[in-house]
Every structure is written in C-alpha cells, then in structure tokens.
C-alpha cells in the first residue's frame, strides 16, 4: 500500500526554520519525481521544489527552500529557512512516476509572530 506522510509544521515566527519531512512507504522515492507543493488559503496549490536526478524551485521559495532525499530512509525533506508571513500555507508531498501519482495529507506551516 502506498503512504506519504509529512510531517514537521507547525508554528514558527518569521524569520525562522522549519525542516518537513515526507515518509514514504510501498515504493522507492529514488524512483519516483518527489516533490513538494504548498497551498495557501483561497489561493492555487503551487509547487515549491522537486528532485529526482536534479533539483528544481519554485519562484516563491527559491534560495530560501532545499529539497533531499534519504535513500535509507525512504523519506524526502524539505528545510525552509528565513521563513514570511506569506509562506503559511499547507504543504504537501507528491511522489510521480510515468504511471502513478501520490499525495500526502499534508501539513500545516504557519508564519506568525
């Protein structure tokens, strides 16, 4: 059965850190596109960054955002720094393959002082 479950929002003020992870069980992240999306709310779900053999950013969290990957662990992170009010969103783990696509539930991260 194939489970992605993030992890690691929550609350931080602006200006701080957060690392998401993303747990992945029934198949083999080096295997598959995995990437992370974010949704604010009343707004579109817009990609924030995405690896397989490179990596690649989104405009709204580039250079603040790097995306990796546990071979190991079969989990993939995200750690986002120098966090804004306007990164409060929930965020999500997708898993893509030529034949199949998996969402996580998500996770809550929000911004405030």
């Known amino acids: 059965q194939v489970q992605l479950v993030e992890s690691g929002g929550g609350l931080v003020q602006p200006g701080g850190s957060l690392r998401l992870s993303c747990a992945a069980s029934?198949?083999?992240?080096?295997?598959?596109?995995m990437s992370w999306y974010r949704q604010a709310p009343g707004k579109e779900r817009e990609l924030v960054a995405s690896m397989r053999g490179i990596t690649s950013y989104g405009d709204s969290m580039k250079g603040r955002v790097t995306i990796s990957r546990d071979n190991g662990k079969n989990t993939v992170c995200l750690q986002m720094d120098s966090l804004k009010s306007e990164d409060t969103a929930v965020y999500y783990c997708k898993a893509r393959s030529t034949r199949n696509e998996y969402w996580g539930q998500g996770t809550q991260v929000t911004v405030s002082s």
């Open positions: 029934g198949f083999t992240v080096s295997t598959y596109v």
